[in-house]
């Protein structure tokens, strides 16, 4: 079976940083897309970034492109999400999911693919 856990959340002031991880276990094939998505109470799931595993070359959705990076660790199976000058309207449920799909550009972020998720942590920005 195929496993995504996050770990990293917490709580932090206004224009801080917090960085997530998610560990990737399972997968029988040699590469899969992985995303992190964010869901605040009362809102729809949101694309936050996302990539192919066998490329560099990472999506991010709009009210995130230049705070947040995601890069990944082929060897260790980890992808990490380094979210920095964090915001108040940040504040949400993270989640880690993939699919083994081929995923490029807007299609990174389309959670209709996505077949596997992890738990979720929760990501709080309050003064």
């Known amino acids: 079976q195929v496993q995504l856990v996050e770990s990293g959340g917490g709580s932090v002031q206004p224009g801080g940083s917090l960085r997530l991880s998610c560990s990737v276990s399972g997968y029988s094939t040699s590469s899969w897309c992985v995303a992190w998505f964010r869901q605040a109470p009362g809102q729809e799931r949101e694309g936050v970034a996302g990539l192919f595993t066998a490329y560099n070359d990472v999506y991010y959705g709009d009210a995130v492109k230049g705070r947040f990076t995601m890069s990944q660790d082929n060897a260790k199976n980890m992808v990490y999400l380094q979210m920095n000058s964090l915001k108040p309207e940040d504040t949400a449920v993270y989640y880690c999911?993939?699919?083994?799909?081929?995923?490029?550009?807007?299609?990174?972020?389309?959670?209709?693919?996505?077949?596997?998720w992890g738990q979720g942590t929760q990501v709080t920005v309050s003064s």
């Open positions: 999911a993939s699919h083994v799909q081929f995923c490029k550009g807007p299609t990174s972020l389309g959670r209709e693919y996505f077949t596997y």
